[in-house]
């Protein structure tokens, strides 16, 4: 996976965070694993003081896919679950002022199920019990963040 809003380990742009516009990066991926039906994302931040936080859930994104445009909102391809800011959809970064460099991982599943059974809004422990057993491979790009 990559985007062409950042390289991977590189500093995440201020128009894709919370400081900005707040629009998620463009993503594209290729090299999918035989069986994949759908795909998953999960973007969250390790280095979060109380623990990982959760900026975007995705599912349920078809397998003829292979990139999600700058700027997603609800309604395009997948269904959004609720981030750890309450809401559905993407959420950038946007690390406590002081708090240093935080890392963001955009982490796409592929899928041997066509769809999970769930609603927009789910909760992330709710996804990822539901992709238990389902995972055919994984990628992912990291990006990082700091504000000032």
């Known amino acids: 996976m990559e985007t ?10 201020a128009r894709c ?8 990066p463009a993503l594209t991926w290729r090299g999918a694993p035989p069986g994949v039906q759908s795909f998953v994302l999960i973007v969250d931040d390790p280095d979060a003081p109380r ?21 997603w909102q609800p309604g395009g391809p997948g269904v959004s679950g609720r981030n750890d800011s309450g809401e559905t ?6 690390p406590p002022r002081g708090h240093g460099l935080h890392r963001y ?7 041997d199920a066509a769809s999970l059974p769930l609603h927009a809004g789910v ?5 990822e019990r539901a992709l238990a057993g389902h995972v055919l491979g994984q990628a992912q790009v990291m990006g990082k963040y700091e504000r000032k």
């Open 89 to 94: 959809g993407y959420s950038g970064p946007y």
């Open 51 to 71: 623990g990982t936080w959760t900026h975007w859930t995705l599912f349920n994104l078809p397998v003829t896919l292979d990139q999600l445009a700058e700027g």
């Open 17 to 24: 965070t919370c400081e900005g516009a707040n629009v998620s």
């Open 105 to 111: 991982y955009f982490r796409l599943y592929a899928l």
């Open 4 to 13: 062409s809003a950042f390289r991977d380990g590189d500093m995440i742009p």
């Open 123 to 127: 909760a992330r422990a709710e996804l």
